[in-house]
């Protein structure tokens, strides 16, 4: 965690925006505090699991809703790499080559969306990591070490507002705590998500990960958030097939 005064200096902007919503302090308000702070165009968070599906969980604006849903539909970018190697990933500028070849797809569709510079931060306290806390900027943009502090120390608060809602395996609060953070919301679509990789594995005949792929997959390629295919197919008004393109069932009536 980070100094004290840092911290105790974070908290602060983080309560304020809860106070201006007028409700309970919670993880979009980490973000909006975020912003407001740093010299970044938006954030979002993305709750993030290694045994069940990520899914977006805040965003501040229409382009860091899309970078989320574009990495962990695509399944690359500086969030899923910052989650998978548990440190920060810095990205000044997207158009850097080295950056295209190694986020072959995100690179192009984050800029397209209008990103130009994105800041990737791990939640993390010991072994435990809940998800990703994203920053990006319009224009090529580079954070000084005190910026950076600050962004960091954002992503510790927004670790323990994760932790402390306790969330289970299925997304869910415990007790019914936390109603106005948005984790309902969570819980139902990534429980909706992993009915609908296993829907997939006896339509498709493959194993869950491939699953999940092929869902993802059909969502970037239709320009639909993977919460929405994945609502689709379990109720039953898309199907996948081992041999042709997914069709809707209900353009057949």
């Given at each position: 965690m980070r100094s004290d005064s840092r911290s105790a200096r974070i908290q602060v902007l983080v309560a304020t925006q809860a106070a201006r919503r007028g409700g309970?302090?919670?993880?979009m308000d980490v973000c909006t505090a975020a912003v407001a702070a740093l010299p970044v165009g938006g954030a979002g968070l993305s709750a993030m699991s290694r045994t069940a599906a990520s899914h977006p969980l805040c965003s501040t604006d229409d382009i860091s809703e899309q970078l989320e849903e574009l990495q962990l539909t695509l399944g690359e970018g500086p969030c899923v790499d910052a989650f998978t190697h548990g440190s920060a990933v810095l990205t000044p500028d997207l158009l850097t080559g080295a950056l295209q070849d190694r986020w072959v797809v995100f690179a192009d569709a984050a800029l397209e969306a209008g990103a130009r510079a994105v800041f990737a931060l791990p939640l993390q306290m010991g072994a435990i990591s809940p998800g990703v806390l994203d920053l990006y900027a319009d224009v090529p943009t580079v954070l000084d070490a005190e910026e950076l502090a600050d962004a960091l120390a954002f992503a510790d608060l927004a670790t323990l507002l994760l932790l402390d809602a306790r969330i289970e395996e299925t997304g869910a609060p415990v007790d019914g705590a936390l109603k106005d953070r948005g984790f309902e919301d969570l819980g139902v679509n990534r429980a909706e998500i992993d009915q609908a990789s296993g829907i997939l594995t006896v339509q498709l005949g493959v194993g869950i990960d491939e699953a999940f792929i092929r869902l993802r997959a059909h969502a970037f390629t239709?320009?639909?958030?993977?919460?929405?295919?994945?609502?689709d197919v379990v109720a039953r008004r898309l199907r996948f097939s081992p041999d042709t393109e997914p069709r809707r069932t209900d353009e057949e009536t």
């Open positions: 309970r302090v919670g993880v239709q320009g639909r958030r993977l919460a929405d295919v994945a609502a």
